[in-house]
């Protein structure tokens, strides 16, 4: 019962209606994952109540590499440039050392994250947005700071206890952790990024496979000045070939840039049989001067921990109106740098599609393609991210372990003059080939493929073949179930937009191009609040490069249905020209798509909708 000696409250952060739910979602976690839920939800309109037990973001540095497809989920919904002034830069990524030391002998360079010779000219064809290194505590305020301004209301201090669901919604009890106060909400659904230690998934009991805690590392986050062993070299990440850091399936040290070139990760393998490791400040600064190659070095230790290494995932994301993303689901070592990238699609993924049923534009059969979509993305970079540790043993054949200094007695073999040194030497080059499958997995990231309710296979298109190893190299494509190739068109100023600006926002898009009349006639015809039309070669959507031409697949007259996450949903890819066909088609693929009939604001002798003359882009 309300006090009656205390005024009301001046501000109600959740307005009353009469639907009976206290916000449409919980989002429970407010790291990468469930940041980018709660801002996407909000940027589509929904009403969204976002928690965490902590006081703030995350705080340590852990992940870091940005790849591409996160950049487009963060220029989709409006913080790319925010993000990219947090970030540093990929020119800086990526001249990737193998040496004894940073002052030490060098052995291999690999020139990592798209930003070599090879392999560049691939990732600028790839996307419009170049790869970043965003460190998490630096992500993390940009996603909430922006759902928060456009409608979601953040709680920190605020801990999931448990739900209950039944067939109309969810009822979530939270504790306050500042004051022990409990309390509920009512919401029509919930989603979880709670991290590796989900009690939501544990509740829902989720099925895992896979093991936890195989192999432990120790880290030390410090402040040193090393921009003069790195700067003339620059790269985020440097191993570190050192006797005294040989341990487990990498058997090397690490040195990551969190902050360049001042602030640093040592990290290294431990014996888990041992327990945990001595990480005392004088082994930890002992540690570091080893792996930079100066006994002399000062440095300012920061926070030391162990983390383990973990290989499993879920086969199953979702439970009635309770869903789980992120950590949650797919528990793996940083290698390859999948981690967030993969959690920030996992809610790009799913929060469409809540709006799109929350709002009445999709029946709840949409949600079941959740799991069908994303978790084989999950199964694929928990098995990328440990077989990337596993690649680093041909890294280290050329080790004498016979000597009680591997690494310099090795060496003396790996530059010996004789048919045994160029041995060697062969075996090293192709384990240093072998380690672009972790760092210039272009495939990897962009490669993914849909298979479910919410994708309508082309019948015509036959099995896809792979020419070039999938991992390491994108195959783009418009067939359903591909994301959106990135091609370069005209906007209205005369500036260069990717085929990736003009779909998205929150919306469905058919795109067609200027003899796709038919269809512009049938979505006018439809006039759907949520599905816009983009006509290639109209003013707004130019192809003066002819770059979409190269790409496209399918005939200037067919269509795409292009879905609010850049994904193809449905292609037709021969011409109509008949209005009357293209109609029953796009309105056939639409229901199927979205899980229910289409109710259309317009008959058939309806004039075109409020945006039928914006030019390219409606």
């Known amino acids: 019962m309300d006090n009656p000696t205390l005024p009301p409250p001046v501000f109600q952060p959740f307005s009353a209606d009469d639907s009976g ?27 969204v109540h976002a928690v965490s037990m902590f006081p703030w973001v995350a705080n340590s540095p852990r992940a870091h590499i940005t790849n591409q497809r996160a950049v487009e989920v963060l220029r989709d919904l409006d913080v790319q440039h925010e993000v990219e002034k947090q970030a540093t830069p990929w020119d800086q990524m990526g001249d990737t050392l193998f040496t004894t030391s940073l002052a030490g002998e060098e052995i291999l360079r690999l020139q990592t994250w798209g930003t070599g010779d090879l392999r560049y000219g691939d990732y600028l064809r790839g996307s419009p947005c170049s790869m970043l290194d965003v460190p998490q505590p630096l992500m993390e305020p940009v996603l909430i700071k922006n759902a928060a301004e456009r409608g979601a209301i953040v709680s920190f201090h605020t801990e999931y206890l448990s739900h209950e669901q039944d067939a109309d919604g969810v009822t979530v009890r939270f504790r306050d952790v500042r004051t022990g106060q409990l309390f509920e909400q009512r919401a029509r659904y919930l989603l979880a990024f709670d991290g590796a230690r989900s009690r939501v998934a544990e509740q829902i009991e989720l099925p895992f496979e896979g093991e936890l805690a195989r192999a432990g590392t120790a880290y030390t986050l410090f402040n040193a000045d090393l921009s003069r ?8 990440l440097h191993w570190i070939f050192n006797s005294n850091a040989g341990f487990g399936e990498i058997g090397m040290g690490l040195l990551r840039a969190v902050k360049p070139w001042h602030q640093w990760i040592a990290g290294w393998g431990f014996d888990m049989a041992g ?14 001067q080893t792996l ?3 006994p002399s070095l000062e440095i300012e230790i920061v926070t030391k921990s162990c983390w383990y290494v973990n290989q499993q995932y879920a086969t199953n994301y979702q439970v009635g109106r309770v869903f789980c993303g992120g950590d949650a689901v797919h528990r793996h070592p940083p290698s390859s740098g999948l981690g967030s990238n993969t959690s920030i699609q996992d809610a790009f993924n799913l929060a469409w599609k809540v709006a799109f049923v929350v709002n009445g534009d999709a029946g709840p059969a949409l949600l079941d393609s959740y799991t069908p979509e994303r978790m084989p993305v999950g199964k694929q970079v928990v098995a990328r991210a440990n077989q990337s540790r596993k690649d680093y043993a041909g890294l280290r054949e050329w080790f004498d372990h016979d000597s009680d200094d591997p690494v310099r007695d090795g060496l003396v073999k790996l530059k010996e003059a004789s048919p045994q040194g160029v041995e060697l030497r062969e075996r090293l080059y192709q384990a240093l080939e072998l380690k672009n499958t972790e760092f210039n997995a272009h495939g990897v990231e962009l490669n993914q493929r849909y298979e479910s309710g919410a994708v309508l296979p082309d019948p015509a298109a036959g099995p896809e073949q792979w020419p070039q190893d999938r991992e390491v190299y994108l195959q783009a494509t418009t067939r359903p179930g591909a994301k959106l190739p990135h091609a370069w068109l005209v906007g209205t100023e005369g500036t260069r937009v990717s085929t990736l600006d003009v779909v998205g926002r929150g919306k469905m898009t058919l795109l067609t191009g200027l003899a796709g009349q038919a269809w512009k006639h049938a979505a006018d015809k439809l006039d759907l609040p949520f599905l816009r039309t ?33 994904y193809v949903a449905w292609r037709h890819s021969t011409a109509v020209w008949d209005d009357t066909t293209a109609l029953h088609q796009l309105e056939e693929a639409l229901s199927a798509v979205l899980g229910r009939s289409l109710n259309r604001q317009g008959d058939a002798d309806s004039t075109h ?9 409606r």
């Open 534 to 566: 983009v006509v290639v070669g109209e003013e707004g959507a130019l192809d003066p490069y002819g770059y979409w031409n190269r790409i496209r697949e399918i005939d200037e007259a067919g269509a795409l249905l292009v879905r609010p996450d850049g």
């Open 275 to 288: 327990g945990e490791p001595d990480l005392s400040d004088e082994t930890v600064t002992k540690r570091i």
């Open 292 to 294: 930079v190659g100066d």
């Open 21 to 47: 739910y206290d916000t449409d979602v919980v989002v429970v976690g407010l790291g990468p994952a469930g940041g980018t839920a709660a801002l996407a939800l909000a940027t589509y309109g929904i009403r």
């Open 609 to 617: 909708s409020a945006g039928a003359d914006m030019g390219g882009i």
């Open 229 to 236: 062993y790195v700067a003339h070299r620059p790269s985020i």
